[in-house]
């Protein structure tokens, strides 16, 4: 995909996106550093298993606007990390939801005990990062995104080991985490950024396309990306092109 509604993305725009990107990456390493080990190996791996980091591009994407002051940078890269920080958190703590402890093991609670310790780490830094965007109302989505996470993960959890085969939730439908990682992420990053409630609004609808995406391998990559578009100012258009090969390029 190299251009949308008549807009092409510049070599400059693409390399910009890249670089916030690795900025981010940054980040998250310095932020896992001052763990020890084997504490860190573990959130290294998890770090890893995050990889590409979709959220983090997400957040880049529509956290973007013009004038791009060197503050709303910021804000956004630091938005970012905490979200793959949620993420990192996340995963370390399903470790230990689907752990198993026998009485008297003494090497599996040591064990136990380092899982708590490192996603309780990574759960402060994401919340830490998050507050350092300087915005209360990205926050409290931030909370809120939490929450909501949270409580949809562990009615996984308890479906899993009640049923066998594929899990469903009461509704009949597998909860994903992404889509609700998407939502929060679209929302505080677009209140960064000051956009108007109908490119939010088209944003979201893409979001959750491409959460969907995720889920469903046969669908395609990339959906339809016209009325999302039209929301969108040149220079907006130039930064979710860059976006949109980027992701196109993770799901070959």
């Known amino acids: 995909m190299s251009e949308m509604a008549g807009v092409q993305v510049t070599p400059t725009q693409a390399t910009q996106f890249q670089t916030e990107l690795q900025e981010v990456q940054h980040i998250l390493e310095s932020e896992l550093a001052d763990l020890y080990s084997p504490l860190v190996e573990l959130a290294?791996?998890?770090?890893?298993?995050?990889?590409?980091?979709?959220?983090?591009?997400?957040?880049?994407?529509?956290?973007?606007?013009?004038?791009?002051?060197?503050?709303?940078?910021?804000?956004?890269?630091?938005?970012?990390?905490?979200?793959?920080?949620?993420?990192?958190?996340?995963?370390?703590?399903?470790?230990?939801?689907?752990?198993?402890?026998?009485?008297?093991?003494?090497?599996?609670?040591?064990?136990?005990?380092?899982?708590?310790?490192?996603?309780?780490?990574?759960?402060?830094?994401?919340?830490?990062?998050?507050?350092?965007?300087d915005h209360v109302q990205v926050v409290e989505h931030f909370s809120v995104a939490l929450k909501t996470i949270s409580e949809g993960l562990l009615r996984r959890l308890f479906q899993e080991r009640e049923q066998t085969g594929a899990v469903s939730n009461q509704d009949g439908a597998v909860y994903h985490e992404n889509e609700d990682l998407f939502a929060a992420g679209i929302q505080s990053a677009a209140l960064l950024a000051d956009l108007p409630v109908a490119t939010t609004t088209a944003i979201s609808t893409l979001g959750r396309q491409l959460a969907q995406g995720l889920v469903q391998p046969a669908s395609v990559a990339v959906p339809p990306t016209a009325p999302f578009a039209a929301q969108l100012e040149p220079a907006q258009t130039e930064r979710w092109l860059a976006f949109l090969a980027w992701w196109q390029s993770t799901m070959a």
């Open 44 to 133: 290294r791996n998890q770090l890893q298993r995050t990889q590409p980091l979709r959220r983090a591009a997400l957040v880049l994407a529509t956290g973007f606007n013009q004038p791009d002051t060197p503050a709303l940078r910021q804000q956004r890269l630091l938005l970012a990390a905490a979200q793959e920080m949620l993420v990192i958190a996340l995963n370390i703590h399903k470790l230990l939801l689907r752990s198993q402890i026998s009485p008297g093991d003494a090497a599996q609670a040591a064990v136990t005990g380092g899982i708590i310790l490192t996603g309780d780490y990574c759960f402060t830094r994401s919340a830490i990062l998050a507050a350092r965007t």
